[in-house]
């Protein structure tokens, strides 16, 4: 193929508006001199694309009709003759990021590329093919080791945004540290707290997700469904029911972000790393705040070092898909699918087989 021609046509799934997804006949994307195309081998189900299917756009990544999707693994089918980077070669097994950051600009600069001025996203993994820009093929898109199967290198953005949250929280072994949210975010929170010597406590909304917590390495874990205080239910797993070191929330509620503040000792460190909707309030006790000295943080996204440990730890084995994927799918069933997580049956993830 040459690199400019778009080479027939190919099956996507196309977001028109809210909640209404169909699988279309689109022609293959053409790709630019320094862009690749890749051959989605799998792409993974996620709690964004959930969010965006149901308010059907989204202001920083998409327009509808678009394509949609943004965690994936293939193989380069054809490359632009300028395309370059650590896998830019026809036949390599990849993993492209959805986004890359411009280097050149000041958050750039200041080492806070997820906030990028000019941060560019790529969707369109729910199809049988993907065009990659070609600033993501030249920062963000890694080759896959050849033991690794594609369905482990399809979670590592996923993945990157979870080991950069945990370090900008900066929790220790041998703290403890409170997960509110079993979904597929919070199960990676806990499973690499846990390998790393940190006591989580882990809250929950189904019985599925709290065996699934439990299994992934909390130490305890329960569902909040049948506690009416879950504040104080984990204080009380605390020494002197102080209260924990960290809190992670991984749910986007305004309710749950008041519960992750009213759950850390003072001193303690919450990070909010579930959005909540635009304009929705939250409202916060400022004595607890200011007099328990509490730090409130948001981790927002991935940046490239953090896309480069994603793929290590996979490729090393301490993170798999088999722990955080429940079904597989073929492409045609994905708006029957996205049907079915909005009632949130307890499905983690699904891997869609374009």
Same mark, same amino acid.
């Given at each position: 193929?040459?690199?400019?021609?778009?080479?027939?046509?190919?099956?996507?799934?196309?977001?028109?508006?809210?909640?209404?997804?169909?699988?279309?006949?689109?022609?293959?994307?053409?790709?630019?001199?320094?862009?690749?195309?890749?051959?989605?081998?799998?792409?993974?189900?996620?709690?964004?694309?959930?969010?965006?299917?149901?308010?059907?756009?989204?202001?920083?990544?998409?327009?509808?009709?678009?394509?949609?999707?943004?965690?994936?693994?293939?193989?380069?089918?054809?490359?632009?003759? =300028? @395309?370059?980077?650590?896998?830019? *070669? !026809?036949?390599? %097994?990849? #993993?492209?990021? $959805?986004?890359?950051?411009?280097?050149?600009?000041?958050?750039?600069?200041?080492?806070?590329?997820?906030?990028?001025?000019?941060?560019?996203?790529?969707? =369109? @993994?729910?199809?049988?093919?993907? *065009? !990659?820009?070609? %600033?993501? #093929?030249?920062? $963000?898109?890694?080759?896959?080791?050849?033991?690794?199967?594609?369905?482990?290198?399809?979670?590592?953005?996923?993945?990157?945004?979870?080991?950069?949250?945990?370090?900008?929280?900066?929790?220790?072994?041998?703290?403890?540290?409170?997960?509110?949210?079993?979904?597929?975010?919070?199960?990676?929170?806990?499973?690499?707290?846990?390998?790393?010597?940190?006591?989580?406590?882990?809250?929950?909304?189904?019985?599925?997700?709290?065996?699934?917590?439990?299994?992934?390495?909390?130490?305890?874990?329960?569902?909040?469904?049948?506690?009416?205080?879950?504040?104080?239910?984990?204080?009380?797993?605390?020494?002197?029911?102080?209260?924990?070191?960290?809190?992670?929330?991984?749910?986007?509620?305004?309710?749950?972000?008041?519960?992750?503040?009213?759950?850390?000792?003072?001193?303690?460190?919450?990070?909010?790393?579930?959005?909540?909707?635009?304009?929705?309030?939250?409202?916060?006790?400022?004595?607890?705040?200011?007099?328990?000295?509490?730090?409130?943080?948001?981790?927002?996204?991935?940046?490239?070092?953090?896309?480069?440990?994603?793929?290590?730890?996979?490729?090393?084995?301490?993170?798999?898909?088999?722990?955080?994927?429940?079904?597989?799918?073929?492409?045609?069933?994905?708006?029957?699918?996205?049907?079915?997580?909005?009632?949130?049956?307890?499905?983690?993830?699904?891997?869609?087989?374009?």
């Amino acid at each position: 193929m040459t690199h400019t021609e778009s080479h027939g046509r190919m099956t996507a799934a196309v977001l028109h508006g809210r909640e209404n997804l169909k699988i279309e006949e689109v022609p293959i994307p053409a790709v630019g001199d320094d862009e690749v195309l890749v051959q989605v081998k799998v792409a993974l189900t996620c709690g964004t694309d959930l969010k965006v299917w149901k308010q059907g756009f989204h202001a920083r990544m998409l327009v509808p009709p678009a394509l949609f999707g943004h965690e994936l693994a293939g193989v380069v089918v054809s490359a632009g003759p =300028g @395309a370059s980077g650590p896998a830019a *070669r !026809v036949g390599a %097994r990849v #993993v492209p990021a $959805n986004s890359a950051p411009c280097n050149v600009c000041d958050f750039c600069r200041m080492g806070y590329q997820n906030l990028c001025e000019d941060l560019l996203f790529n969707n =369109g @993994a729910y199809a049988q093919y993907i *065009r !990659v820009p070609g %600033r993501i #093929v030249r920062e $963000n898109m890694l080759e896959i080791p050849a033991h690794v199967p594609f369905v482990d290198a399809a979670m590592v953005e996923p993945l990157a945004c979870v080991l950069r949250g945990i370090h900008e929280t900066g929790i220790e072994p041998g703290q403890t540290a409170v997960i509110i949210g079993c979904g597929p975010i919070g199960l990676k929170f806990i499973r690499i707290l846990a390998s790393r010597g940190v006591r989580v406590i882990a809250i929950g909304k189904r019985h599925s997700q709290i065996e699934a917590a439990e299994r992934l390495g909390a130490t305890a874990a329960f569902d909040v469904t049948e506690h009416d205080d879950p504040v104080q239910a984990v204080r009380r797993l605390t020494a002197g029911q102080r209260g924990v070191d960290a809190a992670i929330e991984a749910v986007g509620s305004p309710t749950t972000w008041q519960w992750a503040v009213q759950m850390v000792r003072r001193g303690g460190i919450v990070n909010l790393f579930g959005g909540c909707p635009r304009g929705v309030p939250v409202q916060f006790d400022p004595t607890a705040l200011h007099y328990s000295e509490i730090t409130i943080k948001s981790t927002f996204h991935h940046t490239p070092r953090f896309i480069r440990e994603a793929l290590d730890m996979v490729a090393e084995g301490r993170i798999a898909a088999r722990d955080f994927i429940t079904g597989e799918i073929p492409l045609g069933e994905l708006p029957r699918m996205f049907e079915h997580l909005k009632h949130r049956n307890g499905e983690l993830k699904t891997a869609v087989i374009p």
